[in-house]
Every structure is written in structure tokens, then in C-alpha cells.
């Protein structure tokens, strides 16, 4: 069965630089989230977006962007990246934002700022 | 504001004991949602069970079972005859119906596993 496609799997980008994440659904999922894990810590909600519109927002910096394109595809865009920018960035979708729904996880983007 | 608190930081084992981790929650919302995930080195996160806060039955699956108590906020996980390959980081996670999206998730902190054979 097709899973949540993060890309890169892994990303490496210097201080001040721009860098952008894409995260493709599952076939029909029309949600999507995105989850900060900095080393060693607990994973932290960023973003979501259901039928491409943001739906609820966390602790995203303003360095950060993010949308959800026509496909249900998403991308998060993050500039001037600091050191403390360094982290696994996940993404998951799911088919709504119900009760009874179920959301999936990709495997992650691992971003190192240099 | 919701909050998950895990404090179990290590916990280290040997092959074949059982182990409890434990997980206790705050929320002000009736209606919320429960999960643990492990982390295995790997990275990824691997879903592992979601429970209602209406459903309070608790839950076997194979060497895993999860003891969800309303009553004392909380939401334990114990695995069986641990194995080497249960060696991971677990973490508990709440989300509030009333949060909008229900996979807005507030993560515990996690409980790093070791499983020594």
C-alpha cells in the first residue's frame, strides 16, 4: 500500500539559506501535518492544512511557510535557517480531520543546518 | 493546555522481563485521543494503538497491552517478554477533539527503551 513520501530524506543547508520540504499523501488523503523533532526531543506540531487550507497552526516559526497545493501535496519552506533549525521533519496525512480517522506518518526529512 | 508527561526517561531491561511504560495526561476536553508510537534508531515513527477517550476498555495485541484508567489520567503501555527489537524510543501522545485537527498531537517526552539480550 502506498505510504506518506517525504522529501529529501535528508538535507543539508548552510546558515541564512533557504530550504524546502515536499510531503506527498497517501492517494486520497486530503490532510496533511507537519511535526518538528529537534535531537533528542519529543516531536512538535508546526502545521496542518485540510483541503488546502491551513486548519490549525503550532509553534511554526515566521521563517517558515507553509501550503498545500491542488494535488493535496504539501510543502514546507523554511529561509534564513539557523543552527537550532537542525531536526527530523515529519510529515502525515490522513483522509479528514474526524474523530474516526486515522492519520499516517512519512518517514521523515532529516534537515542538518551547517 | 493539554500536556502528556512521561517520566520514565530510560528504562533498561533484559530480554524476556515485562515492562510498563507509563504515561499520564491533562486535558480539559471530554472528548480526546491517545496514542503511543515508537521510534525505533531507524527514525521513523511507527503507530502502535489510538484509544477514545469514551472507550476505556483496555487493549492486548500480541506481547503489547495498553491500561487506559480515566480516573487517574492515565495511559500505560506494557510490553511482554520484551524483546531485543523492542529497543526504542516510545512516546505517549494526546490530542483534544476540540483542537480542530484530531492528529494535532502533544507528544510526552518519550521513554528510551534498551532491551539487552
Known amino acids: 500500500a502506498a505510504g506518506v513520501i517525504q522529501s529529501p530524506r535528508h538535507l543539508i543547508k548552510e546558515k541564512r539559506e533557504t530550504a524546502t520540504l515536499k510531503c506527498y499523501p497517501i492517494?486520497?488523503?486530503?490532510?496533511v501535518y507537519w511535526y518538528q523533532q529537534g535531537p533528542g526531543q519529543d516531536p512538535q506540531f508546526l502545521i496542518s492544512f485540510y483541503e488546502k487550507m491551513q486548519s490549525d497552526k503550532g509553534s511554526i516559526p515566521d521563517r517558515f511557510s507553509a501550503q498545500q497545493f491542488s494535488d493535496y501535496h504539501s510543502e514546507l519552506n523554511m529561509s534564513s535557517l539557523e543552527l537550532g533549525d537542525s531536526a527530523l521533519y515529519f510529515c502525515?496525512?490522513?483522509?479528514?480531520?474526524?474523530?474516526?480517522?486515522?492519520?499516517?506518518f512519512g518517514q521523515g526529512t532529516r534537515l542538518t543546518v551547517v | 493546555a493539554q500536556k502528556v508527561t512521561q517520566a520514565q526517561t530510560e528504562i533498561s531491561v533484559v530480554e524476556k522481563e515485562d515492562v510498563t511504560l507509563d504515561c499520564v495526561y491533562e486535558t480539559r476536553d471530554t472528548t480526546y485521543y491517545l496514542f503511543w508510537y515508537k521510534q525505533p534508531p531507524s527514525g521513523e515513527l511507527v503507530f502502535l494503538i489510538r484509544r477514545n477517550s469514551f472507550d476505556e476498555q483496555n487493549e492486548i495485541s500480541g506481547r503489547y497491552s495498553w491500561n487506559f484508567q480515566k480516573s487517574t489520567s492515565s495511559f500505560n503501555f506494557t510490553i511482554t517478554a520484551s524483546q531485543v527489537v523492542d529497543s526504542a524510543v516510545y512516546f505517549c501522545?494526546?490530542?483534544?477533539?476540540?483542537?480542530?485537527?484530531?492528529?494535532?498531537?502533544?507528544f510526552g517526552k518519550g521513554t528510551l527503551l534498551t532491551v539487552n539480550p
Open positions: 492517494p486520497r488523503h486530503d490532510t
Open positions: 501522545a494526546l490530542s483534544e477533539a476540540s483542537g480542530g485537527s484530531n492528529y494535532k498531537l502533544t
Open positions: 502525515a496525512s490522513s483522509l479528514g480531520t474526524g474523530g474516526l480517522t486515522e492519520a499516517f
